[in-house]
C-alpha cells in the first residue's frame, strides 16, 4: 500500500470512531509504544546484532591507539569531550553504561564539590537511526548506483546501506588495518559480500572509485585524523575526481563548515548545489530531527 492509499485508509478509519474517543485515539497514536512495537523493523534488528558484536571487540570509546591525532584533538577541544560511537550506542545503552558507572555525562567542575557540567559527545558514525534517515529519506532510489563511504570505519554506512537500500555494490575505503579486519568480519558473518567491498587504503589513492561513484558519503572523515594541511590536499583530490554529473554528496558537517578553515581554492558553487532536506520525518519515537540536522546532501554539477 503506497502513502496515498494508507492516508486514505486512516481517514476513513478515523471517520468511524466515536467523537468522544477520537482524540484518546489521535493521542494514542502519536505517543503509544505500542504503534512502534507494531511496525517491526528487521534491518533495524540487524543493525543491532552487528552493533553488538562490534562493541565486543572494541574498547569503550571504539578510539584505536593508533589514532593518535583523532585522541590529541579530542582532548584540545576547549570543552571536555568523550568519542561515543552513535553506531555502537544508542542513548539507552549510554544511559545503562552511566548507571553502571562505566560511562558519565558530566564531568566535575571543581573536584570534590558537586558542581559538573555536560560532557561533549562526538561520534565518527551514524547511528541507526540516522542510517534509516539517510537511506530511507535523504537518498533516492540507488538500484544500480554505486555508494562509496570514504573512512568507513566500523562499515555502518555500508550495513545500512546494504540493509536499507539497493545499491548494486557499496564500498568502504577506510585506512586503519584494524578497522577493516572488524569490517570485513561483520561482512562475512552477516552474508552481505556480495554487495560490499572495504578497500584498505587512503582515498587519495582511489581516483577511479571516486570518478565511478554515485554517492559519495563523507561522515566527519579528516578533522580529527589529518593534519590541516593533508586535509586541503584530500580535499582537492577528492573535488577533481569526483566529478560525475548528477552524482550525490553526503556530508556531516556541510561542506561549508568542513572547509571553513582552508577552502582555498575550492570553488563549492562550480562543483556542486545543496539539496533541501525535510528533517521532521517521523522514524520511531526515538527519532530527533534535531540530530538528523548535520546531514546535508549535494548534487555535482
Keep these: 500500500m503506497n502513502f496515498s492509499d494508507a492516508k486514505n485508509e486512516i481517514v476513513r478509519l478515523l471517520s468511524r470512531v466515536n467523537s468522544k474517543d477520537l482524540p484518546r485515539l489521535i493521542d494514542w497514536m502519536k505517543n503509544s509504544d505500542e504503534v512502534d512495537d507494531g511496525l517491526f523493523d528487521n534491518q533495524k534488528v540487524i543493525l543491532q546484532s552487528i552493533s553488538e ?23 584540545q577541544n576547549p570543552q571536555p569531550t568523550l568519542h561515543v560511537d552513535a553506531f555502537l550506542y544508542d542513548e539507552d545503552t549510554v544511559d545503562t553504561l552511566c548507571e553502571e558507572g562505566k560511562m558519565s555525562r558530566n564531568y566535575c567542575l571543581n ?11 562526538i561520534s565518527h558514525s ?25 573512512g ?13 537500500s539497493s545499491a548494486v555494490q557499496l564500498v568502504g575505503v577506510e585506512i586503519s588495518a584494524e578497522f577493516v579486519r572488524l569490517q ?25 572509485l571516486l570518478q565511478n561513484a554515485d554517492v559519495l558519503i563523507m561522515n566527519n572523515v579528516f578533522e580529527y585524523f589529518l593534519q590541516p594541511n593533508d586535509q586541503i590536499k584530500a580535499w582537492y583530490f577528492i573535488v577533481h575526481n569526483f566529478h ?4 550525490l554528496l553526503v556530508t556531516v558537517p556541510s561542506l561549508q563548515e568542513a572547509l571553513s ?21 517521523y522514524l520511531w519515537k526515538d527519532g530527533d530531527p534535531d540530530a538528523f540536522k548535520n546531514i546535508h546532501l549535494y548534487r555535482v554539477l
Design 111 to 121: 573536584c570534590g564539590t558537586h558542581r559538573t557540567a555536560p560532557l561533549e559527545f
Design 261 to 281: 578553515s582552508h577552502q582555498g581554492g575550492i570553488n563549492l558553487s562550480k562543483w556542486v548545489e545543496e539539496l533541501p532536506l525535510d528533517y521532521n520525518v
Design 184 to 208: 570485513n568480519m561483520a561482512v562475512e558473518k552477516y552474508g552481505f559480500s556480495d554487495r560490499i567491498q572495504v578497500i584498505h587504503g587512503d582515498i587519495s589513492t582511489q581516483d577511479s
Design 53 to 75: 558484536d562490534l562493541r565486543a571487540c572494541l574498547p569503550l570509546e571504539a578510539v584505536l591507539s593508533s589514532e593518535s591525532l583523532a585522541i590529541q584533538k579530542t582532548q
Design 126 to 150: 551514524f547511528s541507526i537511526l540516522e542510517l534509516q534517515f539517510l537511506f530511507q529519506h535523504v537518498l533516492p532510489d540507488l538500484t544500480g548506483r554505486l555508494v562509496v563511504d570514504v
Design 152 to 164: 568507513s570505519r566500523l562499515g555502518a554506512v555500508l550495513y545500512g546501506g546494504y540493509l536499507y
Design 244 to 247: 560525475k554529473k548528477g552524482a
